[in-house]
């Protein structure tokens, strides 16, 4: 039975327009689950999906003529004199894909349906093959309100957090604890046990592995890529020092950025970069670092609850818009920056002084609100839990 993911509303009105819809995301996000959802959302018969991870069907763009690849779908029922719909799962592994996406959206009015796991890839090639012609959503692990939808769990939770009594609260964090420990892959939410769960993490992990680092990544000391894996899971929600990670694992500064821009362009983690409102020298230029997911990095060693709790909101603000962090010299911080707009600071249990701080700082940054992300219940003003956002 599909479970309706939120991103579909977004996609929802382009389902007709003239651009190819490309979804990316990390692995086992449920691209796939979703594609073929909106394939069965297309009214017309004349489309056609296709498995990009068979060999068979990646045989199909091989030919150097792109006629030759129209006649390839006309002999499989697709007919080019009216509006052809042509689904495509994993991209990334058919390297010359955009420019034949190209070719047949413009000669042909092909609208394209598209999903990869690579977005180093269709950065670098659709960015220019297909300008103009292309609409991109990444699709992230589930919210936690998609989570509750997963498990059939009606819970509506208000907006104000003075309208959520401590019972409210209890309930609501019983199942947030589940969320936080083994995050948001719908393959997970839906194992019944704490050991499938386990398991599925296990494979999630495995596959992104063996799929993305040894096939894509092409790197000649694939156990360095693996160990700094390990490393940076145990650093969720600190800064990055390159040169303690150069020295830990042996290899060189440069290969480790070589290795940290490969694991954000297959969306495993995300460097938070600082906030500046120009060239301010308060600033620190470390990146912090957040997995694409809270159960992923517990899963791979992070047992810091308070750290834990961080990534999990920095998995729900990341689709809201962009993010940084800020902090000064003096030590004065907040944990994320929300569109250059909105300042949230994540405490497990907040006190008054972690309110009034956050203000200040917010003040000085000029910025539109403030609130502190709690996990325990409080009576404090300008607090909000980790299951609001």
Known sequence: MYKQRSLFRHIEPYLHSPEAIII?????????????????????????????????????FEEENYERIKKAFEFMGIDFNARPYIFLDEIQLVKNLSSIAKYLIDHYRVKFFLTGSASFYMKNLFTESLAGRKYIFELFPLTFKEFLGFKEIRFKIPADRPDISKTMHDNLDMFYDEFMRFGGFPGVVLKSSVEEKKKALEEIFNSFYQLEILQLGDFRKNEKIRDLILLLAERVGTKIDIQKLSRDLGISRPTIYEYL??????????????????KSTEIRKMPKLYLCDSGLAYHLGMKDLGRLFENSVFQDLKRKGSIHYFQKKSGAEIDFILAKRYAYEVKLTPQATDVKKLKKVALELKLKGAKIVAKKFNDLDDIIYGFML
């Open 261 to 278: 821009a490969f694991l954000e362009s297959t969306f495993f983690l995300h460097m938070l970069r600082p906030y500046s409102k120009g």
């Open 24 to 60: 990316t995301g990390m692995r086992r996000t449920g691209k796939t689950t979703l594609l073929n959802h909106i394939y069965g959302s297309i009214e017309s018969k004349n489309k056609i999906f296709l498995d990009l991870e068979n060999p068979v069907n990646r045989k199909y």
